[in-house]
């Protein structure tokens, strides 16, 4: 069948787009912008269409198993002042904490009982020696303690090539520094404009991680103000470019004490926020079949199960939070994050997870790796 390309008609912009029928474009491995913008508007028909299409590619490429990354926020320490962020440097309001290295470590034993296979470590963004120095011990004894079995992800925002490395050396394995937006002008709309929160760097740092060896993750926020269409579908053509091996994307929520809260009246609701989410995450499926995409927890702050709707379409990895309790409430990034009352040893959050998740194994005690990475380490 014919497809051709029109302008749309909005004020103003000169953006294509596509105007083939879905199940044309469902049916191609390769995806033009205006075919992904069509992806990200879809409704009705099309939209259920596209979810069974990215399940089913899921099922296909990278099976049916999901696995758990347990995440510990270990210090919501920042020198960073992105706008939208709960625990931004300038937001005098947050009670700043690093957790104890026994409570994290306790974490992660935590999660090597529960057969979780593997831990994120993720803080607010600091360069001194002494916190690159604190990571690489803690990488070092979450090794130790698991006989070198947890897989070790790192979130730790922008270092140096010889931090990158140090940190590898020493066990961890994966890195996730989201690129936030991967267009410029927005990403200046939403940082301060300074040396400190520079676009070039950001690139740079997830470039660094990949030389290095690590499994690199990055990922974007959905439904920020500004945000387009076309900028969405960008990212995913992004996220194709950089190669990635996993990606974490979730909808972006306000939090009254940033400066991005001014501009809450530009947002879509919140459940058109998550609606555009899951299509992303339909989307990216589609388009990098063989990554590890996570079931972020911002999902989750908006529906309960969002999670688990994520994994029905085409996510494979849930991260349930094992942050000490004592300190959930001090790691508020945007309002309404889940678990805040929890324990990590009641864990209600998984355990429900793990019931949500019917039609879905999960991969106890694995690590789970990105297929993507093992087909590109083999290329
Ligand atoms: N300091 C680390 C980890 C940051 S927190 C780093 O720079 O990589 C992890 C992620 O939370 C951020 O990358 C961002 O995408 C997300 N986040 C922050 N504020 C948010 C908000 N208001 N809504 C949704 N996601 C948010």
């Known amino acids: 069948m014919d497809s051709f390309d029109v302008k749309s008609k909005g004020a103003g912009n000169d953006y294509l787009r596509s105007v083939k029928p879905m199940d044309e474009i469902l049916r191609q491995d390769q995806f033009s912008r205006a075919d992904l913008v069509r992806l990200l508007e879809s409704a009705g028909a099309d939209r259920t269409a596209l979810f069974s299409a990215a399940a089913a590619r899921k099922e296909e490429v990278v099976g049916k198993k999901v696995y758990f990354r347990g995440l510990v926020e270990f210090s919501n320490e920042c020198s960073k002042d992105c706008l939208y962020c709960g625990i931004r440097h300038s937001n005098s309001k947050v009670v700043r904490y690093e957790a104890a290295d026994k409570d994290i470590l306790a974490a992660c034993r935590f999660a090597w009982d529960n057969k979780f296979g593997s831990v994120v470590l993720q803080s607010g963004e600091l360069s001194s020696s002494s916190f690159i120095n604190r990571v690489d011990r803690l990488v070092k004894q979450i090794k130790a303690l698991s006989n070198g079995e947890l897989g070790i992800t790192l979130s730790c925002g922008e270092q140096t090539r010889e931090t990158y490395q140090r940190w590898f050396r020493s066990g961890a394995h994966r890195y996730l520094l989201r690129i936030e937006s991967s267009n410029i002008e927005l990403y200046h709309k939403i940082h301060p404009n300074n040396e400190h929160h520079s676009f070039e760097k950001r690139l740079e740092c997830l470039r660094l991680l990949k030389a290095c060896g690590y499994q690199l993750g990055t990922g974007v926020m959905i439904g920020l103000p500004f945000q ?60 990098m079949p063989d990554i590890n995409i996570a079931a ?11 999670r688990e709707k994520a994994v029905k379409i085409g996510a494979n990895i849930i991260m349930p939070n094992l942050t000490p309790s004592a300190f959930r409430k001090d790691y508020q990034l945007y309002e309404d994050k889940p678990c805040l009352d929890e324990d990590a040893d009641q864990c209600r959050n998984c355990l429900e997870a793990r019931i949500e998740l019917a039609g879905s194994e999960i991969g106890y005690g694995e690590w789970g790796d990105s297929r993507h990475f093992k087909n590109r380490q083999e290329a």
């Open 296 to 306: 972020a927890t911002a999902l989750q702050a908006i529906d309960p199960a969002g």
């Open 228 to 287: 387009t269409m076309e900028n969405l579908a960008e990212d995913l053509l992004f996220l194709k470019r950089l190669d990635v091996d996993m990606v974490g994307m979730g909808p972006y929520i306000e939090h009254e004490d940033t400066p991005l809260y001014e501009y809450r009246t530009l947002l879509k609701s919140k459940k058109e926020r998550f609606d555009l989410a899951l299509r992303m995450v339909a989307a990216l499926r589609l388009l």
